[in-house]
């Protein structure tokens, strides 16, 4: 999963968020000596990147199922690449 480690032009966004998460937001940053908002970016960026994971998964599914696609079984795979015994 893709992790920040550097920010690139950074953009400020403004996030309601409810007080018990702001509280265990404030408690583990605390815990451990980071800020909050490197724990925003870091859950951020980790949720969009499996959004983007579901979303390929769905469309790929809807693809196959309307017939734009097809699949393979491991041993087709195999033998398409030379891997075959």
């Known amino acids: 999963m ?35 908002s490197f724990y925003v970016r870091e859950a951020l960026s980790e949720y969009i990147a499996d959004m983007e994971d579901i979303y390929l998964a769905e469309k790929r599914l809807e693809d196959l199922r309307a017939g734009h696609s097809s699949t393979m079984t491991l041993e087709e795979v195999e033998k398409a690449l030379g891997l075959a015994d």
């Open 2 to 36: 893709p992790r920040v480690r550097e920010i690139n032009n950074p953009v400020m966004l403004g996030v309601r968020i409810p007080a018990e998460l702001n509280a265990r937001l404030d408690t583990l940053s605390e815990a451990t000596g980071r800020n909050k």
